[in-house]
Each structure stands twice: as C-alpha cells, then as structure tokens.
T-cell receptor, first 114, second 114 residues
C-alpha cells in the first residue's frame, strides 16, 4: 500500500547512457514532482506536473525530460548521462497546485554515473 | 527567489537532551512552512507544517515548531530526544500565492548518542 513508489531504487550506469526512473502514486493526487538531492543532501525542485501539463520547469538541462502517461505516473528520462547527474532523485505528489498542500515523497532512486 | 537557511549542519546530542534546530527563510510574502525528516536509508516524511493560526505547531513524535514572522524563522524543537531521532532534518518553505514548489534548506544531521 505504498503511497508514492519509485523504481529502481538503485541505478548504476555509464556516462553517455540514457536511463529512466519511474514514479507512481496511489493517493489520487493530481500534481507530481521530481526533486534532486545532491551529495551534500541539498534538495532542489526539478519539475512538477499538474493534470499532465508541465507547469514548473526549473533550470535543469534539457537532457532531463519528465513524462506523464497519466495522472498517477511521472517518469523521469535522462539522456546522455553525465558524472554530475549522480544524485538521489525523489518523486513527490500532492493535491492540486496551490501552496496549502503537503507533498508526499517516494523512497528515492540513487543514481550513480560512472 | 526563496532561500532557506539551516545554520546547524550537524548536531550531536545525548539521549534526553533538548533539541532546537534553526530555520530561516528569505521570502517576505505569505508562506507555508514545513519540517521533513529523513531517517537513514528512508524517504522524506512530514514532521509538521504551518499554514496559518497558532504559530506554535505540534507534529509527530513529540516535535514542535514555532513560526516567528518578524524573524522569518521556523525553529524545530523537542524537549527530550531519543536515539531513534537520529536522522536528517529539512526545513522547507513554499509561497501560497505561487506554485506548490517546496524550497528546502540544506538539512541538519542529528546524531543522538544513547
């Protein structure tokens, strides 16, 4: 009965590869997010999706592309992986977009680029 | 843009000691405030939140936080810590007038010695 789930939990890959991280939520939320946590534990918003529309796109490289097949899923696709992409990526979800809504986080995906 | 400061990077306490973790933010408008906790190897969980009303909010596991608008602060407190409180603590802020974007502090690692 996991609320927000991510797969895989760990991802080790070579530079230049393309990879995807999947996220699913069963909370009935209509907004989902991707955050990046760097080696110093700093968390930064990357994207958010509301009703299948990208509504916030922070200054991340265009090698990163979020894809939402439906309201319950927001996958993160990364092209041409670089060493600096190594981090933990967290998916989150909330009701609507207004600022009063708590975000629920997934367990994270630790990406290591060699 | 928002910025959130957590000045304590690593706090080490003995069990039963009192805890106070500082959090300051830079935005001058109306904000919502959160404290999240990340236990070792786990995902972020909400400890408590402030939206409006009583500036002293109580959360789970005996934690509380006080919103002081004049100081742009939202410090986390617990009167008596336990070994199980060992974790990373993140303060986060969002703007009620904007998108539900959470801006996180850099986190404070708490180590409780039995």
């Amino acid at each position: 009965d996991t609320a927000v789930s991510q797969t895989p939990k760990y991802l080790v890959t070579q530079m230049g590869n393309d990879k995807s991280i999947k996220c699913e939520q069963n909370l009935g939320h209509d907004t989902m997010y991707w955050y990046k946590q760097d080696s110093k534990k700093f968390l930064k918003i990357m994207f958010s999706y509301n009703n299948k529309e990208l509504i916030i796109n922070e200054t991340v490289p265009n090698r990163f592309s979020p894809k939402s097949p439906d309201k319950a899923h927001l996958n993160l696709h990364i092209n041409s992986l670089e060493l600096g992409d190594s981090a933990v990526y967290f998916c989150a979800s909330s009701h609507a977009l207004a600022g009063y809504n708590e975000q629920f986080f997934g367990p994270g995906t630790r990406l290591t680029v060699l | 843009a928002q910025s959130v400061s957590q000045h304590n990077h690593h706090v080490i306490l003995s069990e039963a000691a009192s805890l106070e973790l500082g959090c300051n933010y830079s935005y001058g408008g109306t904000v919502n405030l959160f404290w999240y906790v990340q236990y070792p190897g786990q995902h972020l969980q909400l400890l408590l939140k402030y939206f409006s009303g009583d500036p002293l909010v109580k959360g789970i596991k005996g934690f509380e936080a006080e919103f002081i608008k004049s100081k742009f602060s939202f410090n986390l407190r617990k009167p008596s810590v336990q070994w199980s409180d060992t974790a990373e603590y993140f303060c986060a802020v969002n703007q009620i007038s904007g998108a539900n974007n959470l801006f996180f502090g850099t986190g404070t690692r708490l180590t409780v010695i039995p």
